[in-house]
């Protein structure tokens, strides 16, 4: 059974930093893509940051400079280090796996930015 499960977020102070993580299990990890998505309240959800298997990352303007996704293949588990955060990164954040024709979500953890 495919699972992924993301962990680290929190509430954080304008300009704080978090470090989410997505942990993956019943999949050949180091194969898949692996992105961050977010979803603000009232809004549709959007594409964070994607990095491929062979380690290659793209970002999405407004966080591009301020997030950084990882992967620890050993680990079977990705990251995305937020920094500089804005009151207006605050969602609820996904993580999502995919490859071999399939696409697999987590359940999200929730990110508040607020002073």
């Known amino acids: 059974q495919v699972q992924l499960v993301e962990s680290g977020g929190g509430l954080v102070q304008p300009g704080g930093s978090l470090r989410l993580s997505c942990a993956a299990s019943?999949?050949?990890?180091?194969?898949?893509?692996m992105g961050w998505y977010r979803q603000a309240p009232g809004k549709q959800r959007e594409w964070v940051a994607t990095?491929?298997?062979?380690?290659?990352?793209v970002y999405l303007d407004s966080v591009k400079g301020r997030f950084t996704i990882s992967r620890d293949n050993a680990k079977n588990t990705a990251y995305l280090q937020m920094n500089s955060l804005k009151p207006e990164d605050a969602a609820v954040y996904f993580c999502k796996a995919a490859g071999m024709g399939e696409e697999y979500w987590g359940q999200g953890t929730q990110v508040t930015v607020s002073s």
């Open positions: 990095i491929t298997n062979a380690w290659n990352s």
């Open positions: 019943g999949i050949n990890f180091r194969i898949y893509i």
